[in-house]
T-cell receptor, first 110, second 114 residues
Framework: SQQGEEDPQALSIQEGENATMNCSYK?????LQWYRQNSGRGLVHLIL?????REKHSGRLRVTLDTSKKSSSLLITASRAADTASYFC??????????FGAGTILRVKS | EAGVAQSPRYKIIEKRQSVAFWCNPI?????LYWYQQILGQGPKLLIQ????????DSQLPKDRFSAERLKGVDSTLKIQPAKLEDSAVYLC????????????FGPGTRLTVL
């Protein structure tokens, strides 16, 4: 069963715009991670936010975590064509065992 | 540093045949994972090793899937016999520690079962 559910399933924006993806989960977590997957490639880790953190930044990425609502969001600012990929949230329940959602497909048009 | 290596990249087999995938994790990474990613879905953990011991194999279909990590480094995942529903990308990942840290993924092996 999938713990995390991303929303929207697909997102299409123009280069330079911001992209926001949301993730909801069902049970308590140790941390939540976001990964990117380019077509035909493996996953690349973007950011890890622990359960006692509320917001984290990395370059053009901003992640928020609301444990009371069991939700997280990933914001990509000033998007580029190279950001076109699938984005997955993954919840770490225990022991670094990650449960991935189905992902959001982001398309950035140049 | 070199990333996680996997081979082969692609494999096409007939149902009921056997297939094996190989993974070489990042040097020094004690924890190794095998995931199955079906088209349009997120990866699903099949098995997790800590050094050469199994930490979690609760979602591994043990009647047909097996995995080993000899000497705590390389790992192989085998399917015998394969079914049509095994068509997927098999991803190997590794992490430095067992808890609370990022996983590094290999490029995956795309398996097609005909």
């Amino acid at each position: 069963s999938q713990q995390g559910e991303e929303d929207p399933q697909a997102l299409s924006i123009q280069e330079g715009e911001n992209a926001t993806m949301n993730c909801s989960y069902k049970t308590s977590i140790n941390n939540l991670q976001w990964y990117r997957q380019n077509s035909g490639r493996g996953l690349v880790h973007l950011i890890l936010i622990r359960s006692n953190e509320r917001e984290k930044h990395s370059g053009r990425l901003r992640v928020t975590l609301d444990t009371s609502k069991k939700s997280s969001s990933l914001l990509i600012t000033a998007s580029r064509a190279a950001d076109t990929a699938s984005y997955f949230c993954a919840t770490d329940l225990y022991g670094n065992k990650l449960v991935f959602g189905a992902g959001t497909i982001l398309r950035v048009k140049s | 540093e070199a990333g996680v290596a996997q081979s082969p990249r692609y494999k096409i087999i007939e149902k009921r045949q056997s297939v094996a995938f190989w993974c070489n994790p990042i040097s020094g990474h004690a924890t190794l994972y095998w995931y199955q990613q079906i088209l349009g879905q997120g990866p699903k953990l099949l098995i997790q090793f800590q050094n050469n011991g199994v930490v979690d194999d609760s979602q591994l279909p043990k009647d047909r899937f097996s995995a080993e990590r000899l000497k705590g480094v390389d790992s192989t995942l085998k399917i015998q016999p394969a079914k049509l529903e095994d068509s997927a990308v098999y991803l190997c990942a590794s992490s430095l520690l067992e808890f609370y840290n990022e996983q590094f993924f290999g490029p995956g092996t795309r398996l097609t079962v005909l």
